[in-house]
């Protein structure tokens, strides 16, 4: 194994088991918006498309944004299944949404998608989609603030859970070309772990309200920061072009803060 994806390895591990902590904690302390909208901005797309960028070029890494759009609105039916099966278990309502990623990941592959504004086009329709269907057709209301006492234990087993998660998707990855990184770049692996904390943090429904927030900011913020790359990285090069996208994304990020508190129940 190379110590460039070692590096990666580590470096997601370490990314992702601290934003997810972040951002649970923050569902817990502020509600399930602020959570939600933490868990949603780009965190492990962010490493995994520096380092495609660093181990390959910034060309392999603008490819590999081709099927992101695509790949992270299809993400938004992981979290609709999510919405209408978690009331029936956690087990039963991640099954489900891993049945039903893992079924369009495999088409994804297939059709080997080589279009990005045929994939930014499926984006947007199945983002609206995903919009309507959780905000007009289902009844998930914000959830406020839960009372969580905080350990040690407490904080470091979320942070080994959600790094283990990430590293899979990591590794997933490896597998090779612009079209597996591009779709485990997109792998659910910060919704797996932030959904799975908050339900057995505080339910169903506090789980439920954090998936609603979160599919509303990933499918905005972390596409939008994709898109950002792909033509920054090219221009400006990986240093300058990721810290650039990354200020980009906060200010999507506070857009997107602002619909969500004045836009969504």
């Known amino acids: 194994m190379d110590s460039g994806f070692v590096t990666k390895l580590l470096l997601s591990f370490a990314v992702g088991s601290i934003w997810i902590t972040l951002g649970t904690i923050a569902a817990e302390r502020f509600g399930s918006k602020i959570g939600g909208l933490i868990g949603g901005l780009p965190s492990t797309v962010a490493v995994a498309l520096l380092f495609i960028g660093l181990t390959q070029s910034p060309t392999a890494a603008a490819q590999s944004t081709t099927v992101i759009p695509l790949a992270q609105g299809l993400n938004g039916i992981f979290i609709v299944v999510y919405l209408l099966t978690a009331h029936r278990g956690l087990i039963t309502g991640l099954a489900c949404s891993f049945l039903a990623w893992a079924c369009i990941a495999a088409s994804l592959i297939a059709i080997n998608l080589q279009s990005f504004w045929l994939s930014v086009v499926c984006w947007v329709a199945l983002a609206l989609a995903a919009y309507h269907i959780v905000e007009k057709q289902m009844t ?126």
């Open 140 to 265: 998930i209301k914000a959830h406020a603030k839960v009372q969580v006492h905080y350990t040690p234990w407490r904080i470091a087993g979320r942070a080994l859970f959600s790094g283990a998660v990430i590293s899979f998707a990591v590794v997933m990855g490896k597998l090779g070309g612009p079209v597996y990184g591009g779709v485990f770049a997109s792998f659910p692996a910060v919704f797996t772990s932030t959904l799975t904390i908050s339900y057995l943090t505080a339910g169903a429904e506090f789980s439920r309200a954090v998936a609603k927030s979160m599919l509303l900011s990933a499918l905005i913020n972390v596409v939008l920061y994709a898109i950002a790359v792909r033509y920054l990285y090219l221009w400006l090069g990986l240093a300058w072009g990721t810290a650039l996208a990354l200020l980009f994304s906060a200010g999507t990020g506070y857009l997107t803060y602002l619909f969500m508190r004045s836009k969504t129940t």
